[in-house]
């Protein structure tokens, strides 16, 4: 099923991981195993956004599982293994992304989405540095092409020097609707990467009517090759080429209890 107008990439809309005991009885129905709650979560939204991956090593049958077991028309954004951003030298990475990149991702083959890197607020901005890391990000593994995004947190970051190395190599900087985060809405790469974390669980739908309606032309506008003239960039003056880019929506954080909801809510907007 494709997402969004004719012309456009698709939208996918989501949220972080499907295990959340919050969620058995609410999200998911009663009852339903949770052997089957990856299946059916797949279902219901477009996108996952996988944390597990942050924090440890999963070796490549858990991938092809993961891929059996999820619906076709969902597809996974992995975080990558935080040894290989929590470093004080970036660009000496290069082991652990590599370990990284060859533990399984691409038995996830077409259901594989973009590769987040996620740095700690703590980490601030070396160009040099952070060129030598982008260096060590490849293009494919195992034949699977791979899609890059940044997700900075410090506002050091917050430089129209920073967009211009991300787009240099073709990296999408995660846009971050947070309140300590930096929020860097420059088009860098050939897609679009947005978290939505400030949502409440106060709400049905993670965030209000009137906030999901704007969500969606933002992520519309994104799709057709636009850029919201609502939202901060660091290199205002700098206009991403005007081509159709998938879009991926996360919901995560604040509101996780109506996160499948709201990421469902989304997609329905701009399905419509």
């Known amino acids: ?3 969004g107008k004719s012309g456009a990439g698709q939208v996918r809309a989501g949220m972080g991981g499907w295990t ?6 609410t999200f998911y129905p009663d009852k339903l195993a949770k052997a089957k709650q990856l299946g059916y979560a797949s279902q219901q939204v477009r996108t996952i956004e996988v944390n597990g991956t942050y924090y440890s090593t999963f070796k490549p049958p858990t991938f092809a599982k993961w891929a059996k077991e999820s619906d076709d028309n969902c597809i996974f954004a992995l975080k990558a293994i935080r040894f290989s951003t929590n470093r004080r ?3 000496e990475a290069g082991e652990s992304v590599q370990r990284f990149l060859e533990s399984g991702v691409s038995e996830l083959g077409d259901k594989l989405g973009p590769i987040v890197w996620q740095f700690a607020p703590t980490k601030k901005y070396d160009p040099d ?3 030598g890391f982008l260096k060590l ?4 593994q195992d034949g699977v092409r791979l899609r890059h995004a940044l997700e900075v947190r410090n506002d050091t970051f917050a430089v129209p020097e920073f967009a211009a190395l991300a787009r240099k190599y073709g990296a999408a900087i995660v846009y971050a609707h947070h309140e300590k985060y930096p929020e860097i809405a ?3 790469g050939d897609f679009v990467y947005a978290r939505l974390q400030r949502g409440s669980d106060d709400n049905e739908a993670c965030y209000t009517e009137k906030e999901l309606d704007g969500w969606a032309k933002r992520a519309a506008l994104w799709a057709e090759g636009g850029q919201p003239d609502d939202l901060p960039y660091v290199d205002a003056g700098i206009k991403a080429e005007k081509t159709p880019r998938d879009v991926f929506v996360y919901f995560i954080t604040e509101g996780k209890v109506r996160a499948p ?3 469902m809510a989304l997609q329905k907007r701009v399905d419509s």
């Open 1 to 3: 099923m494709q997402s």
């Open 20 to 25: 959340f005991e919050p969620w058995e009885g």
């Open 89 to 91: 030298v970036l660009a």
């Open 129 to 131: 540095d952070f060129e």
């Open 137 to 140: 990000l490849p293009e494919k």
């Open 186 to 188: 420059d088009v860098t």
């Open 261 to 263: 909801f709201g990421a």
